[in-house]
């Protein structure tokens, strides 16, 4: 837990950003409201590329840490950085045409796409300084120091949050500028997270210890390790994400009552996905030191003592979903329309993420163990599977909301049943990376 601990405060206090966007906008208008959800699942599913290269990285500098290779550990990083940040410019540039030239083609509602438009316009330009904070987030989740990343999650959140008040409704001397003004918030609030983990690195002794501060030279052969292992992780969670994304525009045909009732559970996954992540993320790194020390044998008592603690974890953030999600659900949105048939499906779905518990771990020991290949494989087979079914249920032959959204229980069963069958007769333990 003093591994994980940070890491789920820190996605804590990014969800809850996440969360505070939505309950300001569904106070300016329900289109605001829907248009940053689907309009922020483009910008995540791109956010998630990225994600996997820093995953990648920091399973390499945790498998040099546990070998005592603190100089090579430093070298990944600085290569990692180099690769985020040609990456953040890169997916700017992608996003903003994406914006411009494939919105309007699949957005039925035409005020629902004008606010998109508006939102990605500026929202965009996070790339730029939110994908070279990962590099930092690689490295310290590799080291198991994680303490950092609770740091600038804070900073990141508690900006956010005054930037969103002042920006969206012109409070603190700000014109009052809606969605704009919370995609302009977010922005500024990642530079003011990207300043601080700079100047936090250069004075930290870490940085000595990992010789983090010297010249720089691009490094192919480090380049080409990172992305070896980095590739099937960045398809792994761009597919996941991005499934999402096309699940919520399938859901945006069925019309705005299923729309903002998805929304709505969107964001109470997001709290379910607290424990999840930051066990997850935990997890890669004690399986990758485990093996590295020549432990291997440790590594499935200690996963199992994860999957144990990340059902606890996950009932502690759910429980108000299964007893009373009619009192929580207000906090998100005020329209009582839709409170019932929303209330409901929390219930209902809530069950899912109980699966999502044991699953994710299981996932991670085999990207942990280096074999991303296989992970993407378990992922990508599942989620084929459950973007059919999706399309059957909610484009093809509608169904209740709450019957499209079973789905999960589905898309998470194969992959924990396909993790429990590779855990059991694959070669993860012999993987060299």
């Given amino acids: 837990m003093s591994v994980a601990s940070p890491i789920m405060i820190g996605v804590f206090v990014q969800f809850t950003v996440l969360i505070t966007d939505s309950a300001f906008l569904n106070r300016v208008g329900s289109i605001d409201f829907n248009a940053s959800g689907n309009a922020g699942m483009l910008y995540v599913t791109l956010f998630m590329l990225a994600t996997g290269i ?126 704009k003004g919370a995609a302009l918030a977010t ?16 004075n930290d002794k870490q940085a000595k210890t990992y010789l983090l501060i010297r010249p720089f030279h691009i490094q192919w052969q480090r380049i080409r390790e990172i992305m070896i292992l980095s590739w099937p992780l960045m398809l792994q969670g761009a597919i996941s994400t991005g499934t999402w994304t096309i699940f919520f525009f399938f859901i945006e045909q069925m019309g705005p009552h299923d729309l903002e009732i998805s929304q709505i559970i969107r964001m109470f996954y997001l709290i379910a996905l607290i424990p999840v992540l930051g066990i997850g993320s935990a997890t890669r790194t004690f399986v990758s030191h485990l093996i590295a020390e020549g432990k291997t044998n440790e590594v499935i008592p200690t996963v199992r003592k994860i999957v144990i603690l990340n059902l606890i974890a996950s009932f502690l953030f759910t429980f108000s979903n299964i007893f009373f999600p009619a009192l929580v659900i207000p906090f998100i949105s ?6 019932g048939d929303a209330a409901y499906t929390l219930q209902v779905v809530t069950g899912a993420m109980f699966l999502l518990a044991v699953t994710s771990p299981l996932l991670n020991l085999i990207s942990g163990a280096g074999d991303s290949k296989t992970a993407f494989r378990i992922e990508a087979i599942s989620i084929g599977i459950y973007l059919f079914g999706a399309w059957l249920l909610a484009v093809q032959y509608p169904q209740p909301i709450t019957i499209v959204w079973c789905l999960e229980y589905v898309y998470f069963g194969m992959m924990l049943f396909a993790c429990l069958y590779y855990i059991q007769k694959g070669n993860w333990k012999n993987i060299k990376i």
Avoid: C, W
């Fill in 334 to 339: 005020e329209n009582n329309a839709i409170l």
């Fill in 187 to 202: 922005v500024l609030s990642e530079i003011l997270a990207l300043v601080f983990v700079i100047l936090y690195t250069i």
């Fill in 54 to 179: 820093s995953n990648g990285a920091q399973v390499l500098i945790a498998r040099r840490d546990g070998e005592k290779h603190f100089t090579e550990a430093g070298d990944l990083f600085r290569q990692t950085f180099f690769l985020l940040a040609i990456t953040g410019v890169i997916f700017t540039v992608l996003l903003l045409l994406v914006n411009v030239l494939f919105l309007p083609p699949i957005v039925n509602d035409p005020s629902t796409l004008i606010k998109m438009q508006e939102f990605l316009s500026v929202r965009s330009y996070g790339f730029i300084v939110a994908i070279p904070t990962l590099a930092f987030q690689s490295f310290y989740s590799g080291i198991a120091k994680t303490r950092m990343i609770m740091y600038y999650t804070l900073i990141t959140a508690i900006g956010n949050v005054l930037l969103d008040y002042g920006m969206i409704f012109g409070n603190f001397g700000f014109e009052p500028m809606g969605l």
